[in-house]
Protein backbone atom coordinates (compact mmCIF):
# COMPACT_ATOMS: atom_id res chain seq x y z
CA UNK A 1 0.00 0.00 0.00
CA UNK A 2 1.55 3.36 -0.99
CA UNK A 3 1.91 5.93 2.06
CA UNK A 4 2.62 2.88 3.99
CA UNK A 5 6.24 4.29 6.44
CA UNK A 6 8.04 1.46 8.48
CA UNK A 7 9.21 2.02 11.66
CA UNK A 8 12.33 0.29 13.19
CA UNK A 9 12.74 0.59 17.03
CA UNK A 10 16.60 1.54 17.41
CA UNK A 11 16.64 1.74 21.29
CA UNK A 12 14.26 2.15 24.30
CA UNK A 13 13.94 6.12 25.03
CA UNK A 14 15.27 4.96 28.72
CA UNK A 15 18.43 3.72 27.14
CA UNK A 16 19.82 7.58 26.24
CA UNK A 17 19.94 9.80 28.96
CA UNK A 18 19.33 13.82 28.34
CA UNK A 19 22.25 15.08 26.98
CA UNK A 20 23.54 11.87 25.89
CA UNK A 21 24.45 10.26 21.94
CA UNK A 22 24.67 7.01 21.15
CA UNK A 23 25.62 5.48 17.82
CA UNK A 24 23.71 2.56 16.04
CA UNK A 25 25.45 0.43 13.11
CA UNK A 26 22.74 -0.57 11.11
CA UNK A 27 21.83 -1.65 7.27
CA UNK A 28 20.17 0.06 4.99
CA UNK A 29 18.94 -1.26 1.51
CA UNK A 30 19.31 0.42 -1.12
CA UNK A 31 17.29 1.16 -4.40
CA UNK A 32 19.04 -2.03 -5.91
CA UNK A 33 17.83 -4.22 -3.22
CA UNK A 34 21.48 -4.17 -1.95
CA UNK A 35 22.53 -3.88 1.77
CA UNK A 36 24.78 -1.24 2.65
CA UNK A 37 26.26 -0.26 5.71
CA UNK A 38 24.33 2.74 7.45
CA UNK A 39 25.67 4.37 10.54
CA UNK A 40 23.98 6.80 12.74
CA UNK A 41 23.20 8.03 15.84
CA UNK A 42 20.65 9.24 18.13
CA UNK A 43 20.48 12.50 20.40
CA UNK A 44 18.21 13.16 23.24
CA UNK A 45 18.63 16.55 24.52
CA UNK A 46 18.29 18.42 27.29
CA UNK A 47 15.06 19.95 26.44
CA UNK A 48 13.80 15.80 26.20
CA UNK A 49 13.74 15.72 22.33
CA UNK A 50 15.14 13.13 20.30
CA UNK A 51 17.22 13.60 17.04
CA UNK A 52 19.26 11.42 14.60
CA UNK A 53 21.95 11.98 12.22
CA UNK A 54 23.44 10.00 9.81
CA UNK A 55 27.03 9.68 11.42
CA UNK A 56 29.21 11.08 8.67
CA UNK A 57 31.22 14.25 8.79
CA UNK A 58 30.51 16.37 5.67
CA UNK A 59 33.82 17.67 5.41
CA UNK A 60 35.76 14.13 4.66
CA UNK A 61 33.32 11.66 5.66
CA UNK A 62 34.46 10.16 8.80
CA UNK A 63 32.50 9.11 11.66
CA UNK A 64 31.78 12.55 14.33
CA UNK A 65 32.79 10.40 17.09
CA UNK A 66 36.05 9.27 15.68
CA UNK A 67 38.73 9.24 18.00
CA UNK A 68 37.36 9.95 21.61
CA UNK A 69 33.92 8.09 20.66
CA UNK A 70 32.50 11.77 21.98
CA UNK A 71 29.50 13.62 19.65
CA UNK A 72 29.82 17.03 21.84
CA UNK A 73 32.18 20.06 22.18
CA UNK A 74 34.10 20.56 25.28
CA UNK A 75 31.49 22.84 26.20
CA UNK A 76 28.61 20.24 25.12
CA UNK A 77 26.54 22.63 23.15
CA UNK A 78 27.17 21.47 20.00
CA UNK A 79 27.75 18.08 17.66
CA UNK A 80 31.36 18.09 16.96
CA UNK A 81 33.41 16.26 14.23
CA UNK A 82 36.19 14.32 16.33
CA UNK A 83 38.98 14.48 13.00
CA UNK A 84 38.81 17.59 12.12
CA UNK A 85 36.73 19.25 15.37
CA UNK A 86 34.19 20.81 12.79
CA UNK A 87 30.85 21.93 15.12
CA UNK A 88 27.86 21.52 14.33
CA UNK A 89 24.23 23.22 15.43
CA UNK A 90 22.78 20.23 17.76
CA UNK A 91 18.98 20.77 16.12
CA UNK A 92 20.00 21.44 12.58
CA UNK A 93 22.91 19.49 11.83
CA UNK A 94 24.10 22.93 10.03
CA UNK A 95 28.24 23.46 10.48
CA UNK A 96 28.97 26.68 12.21
CA UNK A 97 32.93 26.38 13.16
CA UNK A 98 35.12 24.37 11.10
CA UNK A 99 36.38 23.52 7.93
CA UNK A 100 32.86 22.64 6.24
CA UNK A 101 31.30 25.78 7.57
CA UNK A 102 27.32 25.63 6.56
CA UNK A 103 27.08 22.08 5.14
CA UNK A 104 25.04 19.73 7.29
CA UNK A 105 24.85 16.25 8.50
CA UNK A 106 22.45 14.60 7.31
CA UNK A 107 19.32 14.31 9.61
CA UNK A 108 17.44 11.08 10.19
CA UNK A 109 13.79 11.08 11.04
CA UNK A 110 12.64 9.63 14.00
CA UNK A 111 9.66 9.39 16.08
CA UNK A 112 9.52 8.46 19.97
CA UNK A 113 6.71 5.80 20.17
CA UNK A 114 6.05 3.48 22.90
CA UNK A 115 8.90 4.57 24.79
CA UNK A 116 10.98 3.42 22.05
CA UNK A 117 12.94 5.60 19.63
CA UNK A 118 12.06 4.34 16.10
CA UNK A 119 13.73 5.36 12.61
CA UNK A 120 11.16 5.85 9.86
CA UNK A 121 11.69 6.64 6.10
CA UNK A 122 14.19 4.64 5.56
CA UNK A 123 14.28 0.60 4.71
CA UNK A 124 16.66 -0.94 6.70
CA UNK A 125 17.73 -4.90 6.10
CA UNK A 126 15.64 -7.29 8.10
CA UNK A 127 17.40 -10.69 9.14
CA UNK A 128 15.77 -14.03 7.90
CA UNK A 129 13.18 -15.64 9.42
CA UNK A 130 13.06 -19.49 9.04
CA UNK A 131 9.13 -21.44 8.86
CA UNK A 132 11.09 -22.60 12.69
CA UNK A 133 10.76 -19.12 14.25
CA UNK A 134 7.43 -17.95 15.77
CA UNK A 135 6.05 -15.15 13.46
CA UNK A 136 5.04 -11.98 14.64
CA UNK A 137 4.02 -8.34 13.43
CA UNK A 138 6.86 -7.15 14.43
CA UNK A 139 10.24 -6.49 11.91
CA UNK A 140 13.46 -7.77 12.85
CA UNK A 141 16.94 -6.40 12.11
CA UNK A 142 20.25 -6.11 13.06
CA UNK A 143 21.92 -3.25 14.90
CA UNK A 144 25.56 -3.23 16.82
CA UNK A 145 25.78 -0.44 18.98
CA UNK A 146 28.69 1.63 17.37
Known sequence: MQGDVSLY?????????????APFSLSRVTDEGEARPFSIFVVRTESDQCVGYVNICPHQGSWLNIGDGRFFSEDG???????HKAEFDLETGVCVKGPCVDKMIEPVALVVMDGDVCLCGVKL??????????????????????
Open 77 to 83: QRLRCGR
Open 9 to 21: VICALDSLERGQA
Open 125 to 146: AEEEISDDDDLDETMEIMIHPG
